[in-house]
């Protein structure tokens, strides 16, 4: 799948924009890039096609409904353009976010089948409660591709079962730089707030699992003990840092109805996820 030019499009009333700007500077700060009709459409450009543009150049749809947005033809017509690119690409990429109390058939048909994140009643509490979740699904949605990879297994569960059952050919000849690996990256002064969900990981699946996630992510960035750069430490924690953050998230947090997180290898050699649907 092409890279898209934003992560995230967002679909709102302008009426709820003290709401949205909460969720959309959030997502922001996390790094992720969002259309959004005041900072995308410019001074004398066509509106719908700069809508248009959004809409196919995001990589998912941040659907965020309310009284008022059910009331605007724009949002509507905007919820329609993404269906039918769902129906195109075979995908969900649609993460519907509500607002208001709504009776759920007085929703539109699209989203009434869909998992909405609710944040109706006392914005400011509950969207605190969910907001990692908000993050954290906008960033899986909006990252990978549908592409099958090679090895491929679920993330979660399944995945620490492949490495534990995994036969590691250079084991033993990678055994002492994994020990020393796992003993210094805890001890480092590296960002913890991406090394919480590592030590995480350790804590949940164990020490033998995550040794094999080391060792797996050495076999597959072409691993050579006598000529280890500082790039190559920098790609080993990188992934480390990935793949137990996704592995943490994803099991507390899931994705939208119906879609698997995988992990497995792309057809350059290296580590990937994808975006399966359980409905293809």
Not at 21 to 49: K, N
Not at 152 to 174: I, R
Request: glycine share 6%; proline share 3%; charged share 25%.
């Amino acid at each position: 799948m092409a890279k898209s030019k934003w992560d995230v499009f967002v679909s709102y009333s302008s009426k709820d924009i003290g709401m949205v700007s909460v969720i959309t500077d959030d997502l922001r700060h996390e790094g992720l890039t969002l259309w959004q009709d005041q900072s995308a459409i410019l001074p004398g450009e066509r509106v719908r096609e700069a809508i248009h543009e959004g809409l196919q150049g995001s990589a998912c749809i941040l659907m965020v409904i309310s009284q008022s947005s059910l009331c605007s033809k724009w949002v509507i017509n905007e919820l329609d353009a993404a269906m039918i690119r769902e129906m195109r690409e075979g995908r969900n990429l649609t993460i519907p976010i509500l607002l208001d109390k709504i009776d759920p058939a007085s929703l539109p048909f699209d989203i009434q089948g869909k998992k909405c994140v609710d944040l109706s009643g006392n914005f400011s509490k509950t969207y605190q409660q969910h907001r990692s979740s908000i993050v954290n699904v906008v960033r899986l949605v909006s990252k990978f591709g549908t592409a099958p990879l090679r090895d491929e297994v679920p993330m979660g569960n399944e995945a620490v079962a492949m490495l534990l059952t995994k036969d590691f050919s250079k084991w033993n000849q990678y055994k002492h730089f994994v020990d020393s690996f796992i003993n210094n990256i805890f001890a480092a002064e590296w960002d913890w707030s991406k090394l919480l969900r590592g030590k995480n990981f350790l804590n949940h699946y164990g020490l033998a699992a995550t040794k094999r996630l080391v060792m797996f992510i050495l076999d597959n960035i072409g691993f050579d003990p006598s000529g280890f750069k500082a790039e190559d430490m920098q790609e080993l924690i990188s992934m480390f840092m990935l793949i137990t953050w996704f592995t943490m998230s994803y099991n507390i947090y899931g994705l939208p109805k119906g879609e698997t997180l995988m992990i497995g290898i792309n057809r350059e050699g290296k580590i990937d996820f994808r975006i399966a649907n359980a409905d293809l």
